[in-house]
């Protein structure tokens, strides 16, 4: 279960934007840079992207999360369960 949540989060951690849209990359630093609609237009579609794919990656990243955080706390549970039966019925053979 280890090895395939790290399969999926390096598949995530890939899936991240390549560049540094939010970075220092590409921001705007006179108002000469943004001097008309097309160059502004092309920076937020840029900006956007990039929040929008860290949005989906952060999603899977915490829905993957709480997925194997259940489903360890399940076997858990379920090993302790067992310990406890077979305590309950060594402790049924011993008074009967």
Request: aromatic residues 12%; charged residues 20%.
């Given at each position: ?41 092309e ?18 990243l ?9 489903t ?25």
């Amino acid at each position: 279960m280890i090895t395939i949540t790290a399969v999926v989060l390096v598949v995530l951690l890939f899936s991240l934007s390549p560049t540094a849209v939010l970075g220092s990359f590409g921001y705007p630093h006179e108002l000469e840079d943004i001097n008309n609609q097309e160059k502004l237009l092309e920076l937020l579609q840029d900006y956007n992207k990039a929040i929008v794919r860290t949005t989906e990656v952060v999603y899977w990243l915490l829905f993957i999360s709480i997925f194997w955080i259940l489903t360890a706390v399940y076997q858990l549970l379920k090993v302790y369960k067992d310990k406890l039966d077979k305590e309950t019925a060594k402790q049924y053979e011993t008074t009967s």
